[in-house]
């Protein structure tokens, strides 16, 4: 009887505990989107897409940082998909079975998991030291390489999952190879695919530190990919560490409006497959 | 019938191409970090790795201090991320309400999504000024009377340095070890938990003595995987590390990591030698993250051909 109630008590502590650890997950998330938009909400205003970025002291808005990122992200999307996409394919279809496949998983999950600051120094040798200046397309190119990997592993998995008898049963009909992938193999996983491109779009949307060292920041509003180029989480960055209360207020009003985006994004990611079953 | 067989060596070898490309951008990284890393390890030698010195003026570098800065941090970390993020597992797996299950689960999953300058901030404005107003004052007067533990605790209450970036990491981090470990827990065959309710096991039973043992090599990967996370996260940390280049035994002490010294150098760094020395820098960050993604990736090897056969 004695051995029954302390197997019940110890159940009941580890319960308690457990119940406890998911409360502190939740808590931490609604502690951080909490404040956040206790701070940020106060900012949120139309000047902050019609003005640019103001010097010490003034105050303004953060259109050329939106501007900046949005082209940074639409150009790393628009290169690093179409690659990421292509080797994925070759990896699910033709070199399904090859001995580089599994090299190349493995070599792409290390460029998943590299750290963006890595990612952003090699731009810098690469791109910015030989030409001598920071440039967007440096910072472009920094988020291409952070979006490359994320697209190859959405690929090859979501590919990997269209049932073969669909392959089979295009392959017997005389389709070739290509015509197989590209009008069955690419529709059946097209929803996987989009989770893919918008995982991508949400992960480099944040991303601060590979634009560091390659795209810079810029003061003014420049649609100049050949020169520096502002972004949100590069102005979030220098005025939340700045004196100014001014610049703190556009810092927490980015930081509202870049989570907000990166949160829809990855939340549509995740639902959208569940609505549109592949048929 | 010839058409369709160009439009396919055709397609064929784009997709190669594709491939190939990405080969060599991994190439291409490494070996740009290899040579702008080269003048520092030519002119330091292996000294480089446990030299503490970091002096920009007399061009004197040593990666100890920010490697020693990472390492804590992260463990830090992980001390706090594993056990939460255990516990959350095993609520989602065993506990929850079925209806709740989805919903607590993507809540836990968004801690991953909100990008992580957004937790620098949250960090540098709410939490360090928390710690040092209310937790650090209590942690020093408590533990400096015990020997050993007074020395992880001395020093002002600072409020920045490797505990704040260690907590934040764990916030960081705690999502990939709950959701990894929720999701190996869920591949434990029905049978084994039915089998062991069946004699009577209380849930908390099932789960120490079926589920954690049978989701061992798999939490481990998660565990790993968690920690490549922490160990190259840059933008939080740089917002609460102090920058300060030294190995000091408080965890209250200002420091600095790896990600952090990169970032709030790099811009600034005059000479080739700095500039230099910082690549080196990343260049050991690279390897150690590669190291704990090569364990991960074997341990998850090893799960898969186990529940294959």
Redesign the interface.
């Known amino acids: 009887m004695n051995l029954y109630r302390a197997?019940?008590l110890?159940?009941a502590i580890?319960?308690a505990?457990?119940?406890?650890?998911?409360a502190?997950?939740?808590c931490?998330?609604g502690?951080?989107?909490g404040?956040?938009i206790w701070?940020g909400l106060g900012g949120l205003s139309l000047r902050l897409f019609v003005e640019n970025t103001p010097p010490p002291g003034a105050s303004g808005g953060l259109l050329n940082a939106i501007v900046g990122s949005t082209l940074l992200v639409l150009g790393a999307v628009a290169l690093g998909t179409?690659?990421?996409m292509?080797?994925g394919?070759?990896?699910a279809?033709?070199?399904r079975y090859a001995r580089?496949t599994p090299i190349?998983r493995?070599?792409?999950?290390?460029?998943l998991?590299?750290?963006?600051?890595?990612?952003g120094?090699?731009v810098?040798?690469?791109l910015v030291a030989p030409v001598g200046h920071f440039s967007g397309y440096a910072g472009v190119a920094a988020l291409t390489?952070i979006v490359?990997?994320v697209v190859?592993r959405t690929t090859e998995d979501t590919l990997s999952l269209v049932p073969n008898e669909l392959r089979e049963a295009a392959a017997s009909l005389g389709a070739?190879?290509?015509?197989l992938?590209?009008r069955l193999t690419y529709r059946a996983a097209r929803a996987g695919l989009t989770t893919g491109v918008l995982l991508a779009v949400?992960r480099v949307?944040?991303?601060?530190?590979p634009l560091?060292?390659t795209a810079?920041n810029n003061q003014f509003f420049s649609l100049n990919i050949s020169g520096p180029l502002a972004s949100l989480?590069a102005v979030?960055?220098k005025f939340?560490?700045s004196p100014y209360k001014d610049w703190q207020a556009l810092?927490?009003a980015g930081?509202l409006l870049?989570?907000g985006f990166?949160?829809t994004i990855?939340?549509a990611a995740?639902i959208w497959p569940r609505q549109r079953k592949p048929t | 019938m010839r058409h369709g067989q160009i439009g396919d060596a055709a397609f064929r070898s784009l997709t190669f191409a594709a491939t190939l490309a990405l080969a060599a951008l991994f190439v291409a990284l490494i070996v740009a970090l290899v040579l702008g890393a080269a003048p520092a390890f030519r002119t330091f030698g292996l000294g480089f790795l446990i030299d503490q010195s970091w002096n920009p003026v007399t061009e004197k570098f040593g990666a100890l201090a920010a490697v020693y800065g990472t390492l804590v941090a992260s463990l830090i970390a992980m001390l706090i991320a594993v056990p939460l993020g255990l516990g959350i597992a095993f609520f989602l797996s065993e506990l929850c309400p079925a209806a709740l299950r989805s919903p607590i689960g993507i809540a836990i999953e968004l801690l991953a999504g909100i990008p992580s300058i957004i937790y620098g901030i949250w960090g540098l404005f709410v939490l360090a000024p928390f710690l040092q107003a209310k937790v650090q004052p209590l942690l020093i007067a408590l533990f400096a009377d015990v020997p050993g533990l007074s020395l992880l605790f001395a020093g002002p209450p600072y409020g920045i340095g490797l505990l704040t970036a260690g907590i934040i990491l764990a916030i960081m981090v705690l999502p990939f070890v709950a959701s990894v470990s929720r999701d190996v827990f869920a591949a434990v065959p029905p049978l084994l938990k039915e089998a062991a309710y069946g004699v009577g096991a209380t849930t908390w039973e099932v789960a120490r003595n079926v589920l954690l043992p049978y989701a061992r090599t798999g939490v481990m990967g998660a565990i790993l995987l968690a920690l490549g996370r922490a160990l190259g996260e840059t933008m939080a940390v740089t917002f609460v590390i102090g920058n300060a280049h030294r190995v000091s035994a408080s965890l209250l002490a200002p420091g600095t990591t790896i990600s952090a010294t990169i970032a709030n150098e790099f811009t600034e760094a005059v000479g080739d030698l700095y500039t230099s020395a910082l690549i080196a820098l990343s260049l050991i960050l690279f390897v150690i993250t590669f190291a704990m993604l090569a364990a991960a990736r074997y341990l998850l090897l090893r799960l898969e051909r186990r529940s294959a056969k």
Not at chain 1, 17 to 22: E, K
Not at chain 1, 106 to 111: A, C, H, P, Q, W
Not at chain 1, 113 to 119: L, N, R, W
């Open positions: 197997r019940r110890r159940n580890a319960s505990l457990a119940v406890g650890a998911t502190v997950g939740l931490w998330l502690m951080v989107l404040i956040l701070n179409p690659l990421g292509l080797a394919t070759w990896m279809e033709y070199g580089l190349m493995f070599v792409n999950d290390i460029l998991s590299a750290p963006s600051i890595v990612v120094l090699f810098y040798e690469i390489l490359i990997p190859v070739p190879r290509d015509v992938i590209r949400a949307s944040g991303e601060t530190a560091l060292f810079l989480p979030i960055f939340a560490l810092a927490w930081a870049i989570t990166v949160l990855s939340i995740r």
